[in-house]
């Protein structure tokens, strides 16, 4: 009776404190996630405030422990440079990322295939900014703004953008850049996971518990057909 009580009382302690969860990725996908991720704290009891800021500027917040959490990471893009950083182990949603172009499109199928381009991507979109610097594209362009590269893109400054597949499509959509298309197949298709800071690492049950409910009960794939606009 006495462990279940000492027990009882950490995890109220605990869910008493409110994380604050970041994200990195901007509509349409900022919006799903938050869905997915407010679900999922509801249901763990945990009381939540989330934020949409530029992905770097994200990451780095949590990684100091100033804010709590980063929805969501791909995880070899985090163990090696993020020890701090710790996964709660169930995949939040798997996201595609592509590479866009102006008409008529290059044939392109991964990333080796950008080496002879100019192309641009986003600061903090570990994936891409890794495999590109791998690749080492004709220039590489990192930027901080989306709009920005999409934009020097349609007056041909860049060859190729690569960002989010969603996320891209949902930005052109905003400028009107009708021009411009995803590259099919996308470069890469991931699962992405929830990552809190070390400090919250008594949280992690409760989420992973969660998350796996919801999936069971198919509440995450109806969050995800009810955000999809593409």
Not at 60 to 85: S, W
Not at 107 to 134: C, H, M, Q
Not at 183 to 202: D, G, V
Request: with cysteine; hydrophobic share 45%.
């Amino acid at each position: 009776m006495l462990l279940f009580i000492l027990i009882s009382s950490i995890f109220s302690s605990v869910s008493a404190h409110t994380l604050y969860i970041n994200t990195g990725w901007t509509p349409p996908v900022s919006t799903l996630l938050g869905n997915i991720i407010g679900a999922i704290f509801q249901r763990a009891g945990i009381t939540l405030e989330f934020k949409i800021m530029p992905a770097e500027r994200s990451l780095t917040l949590v990684a100091r422990g100033i804010d709590d959490g980063e929805c969501c990471r791909i995880p070899k893009a985090i163990a090696r440079d993020y020890p701090d950083l710790l996964q709660v182990p169930e995949i939040v949603y798997t996201a595609k990322f592509s590479a866009f172009a102006k008409h008529p499109v290059p044939e392109i199928k991964n990333f080796d295939d950008l080496r002879p381009y100019s192309v641009g991507t986003i600061a903090g979109w570990k994936i891409l900014v890794n495999n590109l610097k791998r690749v080492d594209p004709q220039v590489l362009h990192i930027m901080d703004n989306p709009k920005s590269m999409f934009r020097i893109l349609q007056k041909d400054r860049i060859d190729i953008a690569t960002f989010g597949y969603l996320s891209g499509l949902e930005t052109l959509s905003e400028l009107g850049l009708n021009d411009i298309e995803a590259i099919q197949p996308p470069l890469a298709s991931a699962p992405l996971y929830l990552y809190l800071h070390k400090k919250n690492k008594a949280y992690i049950p409760a989420l992973t518990k969660a998350l796996k409910e919801l999936k069971a009960e198919g509440e995450i794939d109806r969050i995800i057909q009810q955000s999809s606009r593409f």
